[in-house]
């Protein structure tokens, strides 16, 4: 029987299972892939705690659906950082990330027409957790890069010490859990 960690996020119950990700540590991984509920309720949310702005962006992938339901919500433009180049991008800018939940280092891409769309735009940050903020700082580079004024980074879950952060907006709270 595998664990998992009961948690109630914008009014609606979830059970989290609890994943490895080190010999000392688990994190309960929230996932809101195929849970329309869940996003749309998120979304409606953190657009209610979230200043005004021009477009959402996040990283490619678990944070899209976030994104784009926030977009749909709200603004009604989005903009996906993505983790690899399409033959499509034409002279993307880049940024490396190393997330808690990814075991190598990555980079994340904008590809300069999608860049353009940023700049001198108030940019809302988005992702599904903010733990490490690993994946958020490569974010803020990119947009930076791309001309764009970052006005809020928010999450649907604040991760461990993420919690404690006065530059982020969340939903709710996620421990870590250390193993014994």
Do not use: W
């Amino acid at each position: 029987m595998s664990k998992t960690y009961k948690m109630k996020i914008a009014g609606l119950e979830r059970e989290l299972p609890l994943c490895s990700v080190s010999d000392t540590l688990d994190i309960a991984a929230f996932v809101m892939f195929g849970d329309i509920e869940i996003t749309e309720a998120v979304s409606r949310e953190l657009l209610k705690k979230c200043p005004e702005h021009d477009i959402v962006v996040t990283a490619e992938a678990k944070g899209i659906p976030l994104c784009y339901e926030m977009a749909r919500q709200g603004c009604r433009e989005y903009e996906i950082a993505r983790k690899s180049i399409k033959t499509y991008d034409v002279n993307p800018i880049s940024f490396e990330v190393k997330s808690i939940t990814t075991s190598a280092v990555q980079k994340l891409y904008l590809a300069k027409e999608r860049a353009e769309k940023l700049r001198g735009k108030r940019v809302l940050i988005v992702d599904d957790v903010i733990s490490t903020g690993a994946s958020l700082k490569v974010l803020e580079n990119l947009v930076e890069q791309a001309g764009g004024t970052i006005v809020g980074k928010a999450a649907v879950l604040a991760e461990g010490n993420a919690a404690e952060r006065d530059d982020i907006i969340f939903l709710e709270k996620l421990p870590l859990f250390p193993k014994n």
